[in-house]
């Protein structure tokens, strides 16, 4: 069964950035649609950023021209860098196949911008 690893978070300052990945133990990443989906306290986890398999991105507003989704099909890895951070981006940080979410869920990672 694939397993979904993210890493990356931590405490940064309004207008930082982070850089965060999402570790998959087999090939998914690689032949899917994949995202990055966030949940701050409660919310409901949303999609943030989508790539396809052919590398094409999408973007929910809110973090539009901020963050930047990449894969490396090689290591099988994610990536969601993250700048000019704002205090509304504090969440846990979680990958999946898109926009289904259809992999079990990893611990995800914790984002906290604050001054």
């Known amino acids: 069964q694939v397993q979904l690893v993210e890493s990356g978070g931590g405490l940064v300052q309004p207008g930082g950035s982070l850089r965060l990945s999402c570790a998959a133990s087999?090939?998914?990443?690689?032949?899917?649609?994949m995202g990055w989906y966030r949940q701050a306290p409660e919310s409901q986890r949303d999609v943030v950023a989508v790539?396809?398999?052919?590398?094409?991105?999408n973007y929910a507003d809110s973090v539009k021209g901020r963050f930047t989704i990449s894969r490396d099909n090689i290591k099988n890895t994610l990536y969601l860098q993250m700048n000019s951070l704002k205090p509304e981006d504090t969440a846990v940080y979680y990958c999946?196949?898109?926009?289904?979410?259809?992999?079990?869920w990893g611990q995800g990672t914790q984002v906290t911008v604050s001054s």
């Open positions: 999946n196949t898109a926009p289904t979410g259809s992999l079990p």
């Open positions: 087999g090939t998914i990443v690689s032949i899917s649609t």
């Open positions: 790539i396809t398999s052919h590398g094409i991105s």
